[in-house]
């Protein structure tokens, strides 16, 4: 049993606090919103971000304090929407234990330094490549949490600190596979966003099976081309991170970039998608940053860069879609 910190007490950070609470470990949320720390805290409840859940485990608190929070903390996990991450944990630089683990679950690049949170959570708080983790795999939050049964990947480059994050999450619901490829991993997670919100326009819009196999499948061949320019593993995108992820994100309505992407082919402009939201969507920053990723890493990234101009200019999906056929006749 360890004490664990989540900070963000957002969808995800809450269920997968759950998890860790159900794991049997101490959990204490940190959220910024005083409203949702006196929630958990109080009425064991977070309302505004996970409203399916109507009791949280008695061994889970919360906290709007940094230097409590993290206090002791064996692990500490980060949960915030990933283009707030490096400005919300500036604030918690000095305050982390010598010997904790830090574990992001976050799925997004950040916009301006084109960073994956691996970069920017080990680069805020001066952290150690071995005591850095990601988690990621085909985990929408509400499903999870009310335990339908799921699994995991933890990448770090300690293998040994891997397994201490798997084994501080493994319930008789969820499993943690565990691997060294940090890279694979945050690319996987980031990157697959950018697909849903293809998948979900092109479904919006009224398109069938065909054409979101097809944006899956030509979405996986540029996610794995980038990921490898970047140092990953391919064998991470064959796995619950890359493929599995693509498959629940891109199939189900609980994902708010699958969502965000069906309310533009239904015909919502950007700014009423982000209205209608309920959480983050961060393919959409992300996306930029993934062309400007594929242009330093000289890889073509023909499906975020069609995104890339849906966001920014509003083409159509049909326009979209033409974009990522592309004139040339070229071999798959
Ligand atoms: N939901 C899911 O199914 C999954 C999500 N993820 C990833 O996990 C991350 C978090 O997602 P999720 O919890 O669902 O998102 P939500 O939109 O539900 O929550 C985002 C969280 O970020 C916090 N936040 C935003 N800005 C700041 C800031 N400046 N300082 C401190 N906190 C801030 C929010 O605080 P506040 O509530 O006060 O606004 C909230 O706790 C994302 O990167 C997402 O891609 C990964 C797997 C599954
Ligand atoms: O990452 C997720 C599932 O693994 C959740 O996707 P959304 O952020 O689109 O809801």
Redesign the pocket.
């Known amino acids: 049993m360890s004490k664990i910190t989540v900070l ?6 809450t269920s997968f606090g759950q998890v860790l609470a159900d794991a049997g470990n101490d959990v204490t949320m940190w ?3 005083p409203d ?1 720390v006196e929630d958990i805290r109080d009425r064991r409840r977070n309302e505004a ?1 996970l409203p399916v859940v109507e009791q949280l485990p008695a061994n889970m608190t919360a906290t709007g304090d940094r230097a409590e929070a993290v206090a002791d903390a064996q692990i500490i996990i980060v ?4 283009q ?1 991450a490096r ?2 944990l500036t604030e918690f630089k000095g305050l982390i234990p010598a010997d904790a683990i830090v574990v992001s ?4 690049i950040e916009r301006g330094t084109n960073k994956r949170m691996d970069e920017v959570v080990r680069e805020t708080l001066d952290l150690p490549a071995d005591r850095f983790a990601a988690v990621s795999g085909p ?3 509400k499903e999870i949490a009310q335990r339908h049964p799921a699994a995991t990947v933890v990448a770090c480059e300690s293998l040994d600190n891997a397994r201490k994050v798997a084994e501080a999450c493994t319930t008789d619901y969820f499993k943690a596979f565990v691997t060294t490829d940090v890279i694979g991993l945050e690319m996987c997670g980031s990157l697959k ?1 950018v697909i849903a919100l293809a998948v979900g326009m092109a479904r919006g819009a009224g398109y069938g099976e065909n054409t979101a196999a097809m944006i899956e499948t030509r979405g996986l061949a540029e996610l794995t081309a980038l990921g490898q320019a970047a140092g990953a593993d391919p064998k991470t995108f064959a796995g619950l991170a890359g493929v599995g992820d693509l498959i629940a994100t891109c199939g189900s309505p609980l994902s708010r970039n699958y969502t965000f992407g069906a309310n533009l082919g239904k015909g919502m402009s950007v700014q009423e998608a982000t209205e209608a939201s309920n ?2 969507a ?1 393919g959409v920053p992300t996306t930029d940053a993934v062309v400007a990723l594929g242009k330093e890493l000289g890889v073509p990234t023909p499906l975020a860069y069609a995104m890339s101009r849906v966001l920014d200019e509003g083409i159509s999906c049909s326009q979209m879609l033409t974009l990522l056929f592309g004139r040339d006749i070229t071999e798959e």
């Open positions: 963000g007490a957002g969808a995800w950070g959220a910024i919103e949702i971000r949960a915030i929407a990933a707030f400005v919300a679950l976050m799925k997004g985990n929408l939050s966003n959480g983050v961060e």
